[in-house]
């Protein structure tokens, strides 16, 4: 059973940082591109950052291009999201998504993120 | 960035009613768009891929259909597990973009 679980959420202040982590399991992690998506409370989803299989390729959403840094560890199987210089509008449920051709096929449960004084 | 415009943004239907659901795009995306269904609390879930697949398990009532810039996601007969907010996305360009989404509610 494919299975991505996030981690690492929680309460930060305004100019602080987070590192999110996607553990997956039930596939070869090796052979897929991972993504990140976020969803603030009461509104829709927002792409975030893509890395390829072998971390080749790697594209981020401009709100966050040069803040979040999308990294991946194949040998434990795990995907991070470091997140740095965070702004209020950052607060939303993180959510890891598998890609096959891009399409987002598996998706985690999603991890909070909640960015206030 | 491709921006995609979904339609109505709220559906109310009763259970065994039809759903015609819309998504527009402002430049060609070609067949690669997706839609979601997510439910309250809940991860989103693929249903359909470019444009008119349906993903591993998910029901023959629901069904894609278009090309380039306009999209339709049809649920054929709607079950009480259908309500919910739908989006498409597409992946033909980066940044991958997501619509707006159409709450599909009970009447």
């Known amino acids: 059973e494919v299975q991505l679980v996030e981690s690492g959420g929680g309460l930060v202040q305004p100019g602080g940082s987070l590192r999110l982590s996607c553990a997956a399991s039930?596939?070869?992690?090796?052979?897929?591109?991972i993504n990140w998506v976020r969803q603030a409370p009461g509104k829709g989803l927002e792409w975030l950052s893509y890395i390829s299989s072998t971390s080749s390729a790697i594209y981020y959403a401009d709100s966050v291009k040069g803040r979040f840094t999308i990294s991946r560890d194949n040998a434990k199987n795990s995907l991070y999201l470091q997140m740095n210089n965070l702004r209020d509008e950052d607060t939303a449920v993180y959510y890891c998504a598998r890609s096959a051709s891009y399409r987002l096929d598996y998706w985690g449960q999603g991890t909070l993120v909640t960015v206030s004084s | 960035e491709i921006v995609l415009t979904q339609s109505p943004a709220t559906l109310s239907l009763s259970p065994g009613e039809r759903a015609t659901l819309s998504c527009r795009a402002t430049q060609s995306v070609s067949s690669y768009l997706a839609w979601y269904q997510q439910k309250p609390g809940r991860a989103p879930r693929l249903l359909i891929y470019?444009?008119?697949n349906r993903a591993t398990g998910i029901p023959a009532r629901f069904s894609g259909s278009g090309s380039g810039t306009d999209f339709t996601l049809t649920i054929s007969s709607l079950e009480p597990e259908d309500f919910a907010v739908y989006y498409c996305?597409?992946?033909?360009?980066?940044?991958?973009?997501f619509g707006g989404g159409t709450k599909v509610e009970i009447k």
């Open positions: 039930g596939f070869t992690f090796t052979s897929y591109s």
């Open positions: 470019d444009a008119s």
């Open positions: 996305q597409q992946r033909s360009n980066w940044p991958l973009t």
